[in-house]
């Protein structure tokens, strides 16, 4: 089993996504981000995180969204673009930034399959 990455980070359009290891920092900072979420902070422990998901961009970007335990009922809805400027757990991206979003999902569920 891989041990989490010490820290990793993306920068998104709607937001940053910090993680270290054991918590999730989502902030919110700029003209998109701030249309949602005015100077937001979202902390989740890796502990309370139910599932990732990553919906790669298209013509109108893609989003990673961090799904809690306690969210669950939530995500029966359909996803979209849309959605994920709607949620504090997700932060957009262009093609251009794919590839740290790629990373932080992968360091988020090497640290979920390390706890079990």
């Known amino acids: 089993m891989k041990q989490p990455a010490a820290s990793v980070k993306a920068v998104g359009e709607s937001g940053t996504i910090f993680f270290n290891g054991s918590i ?6 700029g003209g998109r981000a701030l249309d949602s979420f005015p100077t937001m902070s979202t902390h989740i422990p890796v502990t309370s995180i139910a599932f990732v998901v990553l919906k790669a961009p298209s013509s109108a970007g893609g989003y990673l969204e961090i799904v809690p335990m306690s969210g ?3 995500v029966a809805r359909e996803r979209s673009n849309l959605h994920a400027l709607d949620n504090e757990f997700a932060v957009t991206f262009t093609v251009e930034q794919l590839r740290p979003f ?3 999902r992968d360091a988020i569920l090497d640290a979920i399959s390390a706890r079990m």
Not at 24 to 29: F, G, K, L, P, V
């Open 24 to 29: 999730i920092t989502i902030t919110r900072e």
């Open 72 to 74: 669950i009922n939530r």
């Open 102 to 104: 790629e990373v932080m």
